[in-house]
């Protein structure tokens, strides 16, 4: 499994590099969004829990762009049937897009955060750096399971564009609660507090618990 | 003892799409090494049929043997023994012809060097670097052919396969997927005598529902031209 899943990751890379459809337009608008919110709150800077949820409803907003058009190469260019035709195990498509999605949402934020911390954020990013990343890697992979589980979902449907955030927001309302949650104390105007461990465990068990349920239903979902 | 095990078995089936029926009651056996073509007009369930032999689409109805193995339940073994050539070619616009082929290479555990085989098979290798967008139909046809007979496949189901293929491309790719490859193949066609060179059995759909299943020695123009009819 591991050779399909390094081959259908090398390919979206490969398609992402050509089209460059999706990771320039997350970065955009997370950036425009940091832009907005900067003149919209009439603030300076922000800090702790308004900090945490400007940080992760933005970033939210941006992976729902990247979901949209996760399997939209598969949809329009026959991927789905020329991966269906292969003898391989199905679950390695999920786990590729997933690990794609992941991938897509970090690079992403190697932009937005430090675009973040100039455009809105008060306390220094510096000190928060070392929890803010443990907290961005266990969200990223909770947006990313459930992100490929709803677009593999809505890609079958005509309404593509209006069901992958009707379905997806919904589900990842604990992913944002959690890693807001998680880091608020982190952005805080004294100085970086220490990584609320019980939060971060929710996160942890959400990805767990929607990673075994993506397991068991992603076949069924490339039925015809 | 020669096996004697059918290629190809269809007993009774049926496929609906919602309420329509696509295919009904479609009966007949391939023995392995012939070819079957299938003749029918528009919508009448030659994709349905081929879509279902390549374990794309179940069967909702009656029981269905490939290369020995009953589907959709042992798809997973007949896959890397079945090449699809369907309408759509199957490739990413934006990557390269290699490209593309590599990556079905790697999902069949193909050794990459067949790639550059099949592209010189196919008369592909000067353009093989070019974005599949960027070519024309009969070039991305060639690429189409090339992937469906990477993994070197005992079975080809293939829909109208020489479609936008000038002469020279024809005869390109026959060595591959023409009678000459001597694998098993199920051909459909609307050419009433360039569809029979090489065919084994026919089977003539109209309406969903198998009209015509014979031996080409037993078949007349007339009977193929009653289908369109």
Known sequence: ??????????????????????????????????????????????????????????????????INRLFVAEHEQGGFDGFLLAPVDRTALFVAKA?????????????????????????????????????????????AIVGTLVAALAIQTRARDLMVPLLALPMLVPVVLGASRATAPLLGQGGAAALPGDWLSLLGLYDLLFALIAYAVFDFLLED | MPDLTPAVSLRGVGRRYGERLALRDVSLELAVGQTLVVFGPNGAGKTTLLRMLATLLRPHAGELRVLGRELPDDGYAVRARIGF????????????????LRFHARLHGVDPA?????????????????PVAELSRGMVQRLAVARAVLHEPELLLLDEPLANLDPVAVAQVQPLIGAASGRTRIVTSHDPVGGLVGADVVLGLRGSRAQLVARVADVTPAQIAALYA
């Open chain 2, 114 to 130: 067949r790639v550059e085989a099949v592209l010189e098979a196919v008369g592909m290798q000067g353009r093989a670097g070019d």
């Open chain 1, 99 to 143: 690990l794609a999605l992941f991938g897509f949402l970090c690079l992403v934020e190697l932009v937005a955060v430090p675009a973040f911390a100039v455009l809105l954020l008060g306390p220094s990013l510096g000190q928060a750096l070392p929890g803010l990343l443990v907290v961005l890697l266990a969200a990223n992979a909770g947006i």
């Open chain 2, 85 to 100: 050539l369907g309408h759509e070619p199957l490739l990413y616009r934006e990557l390269s012809g290699r490209e593309n």
């Open chain 1, 1 to 66: 499994m591991r050779q399909t899943i390094a081959a259908l990751l090398a390919k979206d890379l490969a398609l992402e590099l050509r089209t460059r459809e999706a990771i320039p337009a997350m970065v955009l608008f997370s950036v425009t969004t940091y832009v907005v919110f900067h003149f919209g709150l009439d603030r300076d800077t922000i800090d702790g829990d308004l900090a945490a949820g400007v940080l992760w409803v933005t970033l939210l907003f941006a992976a729902i762009l990247g």
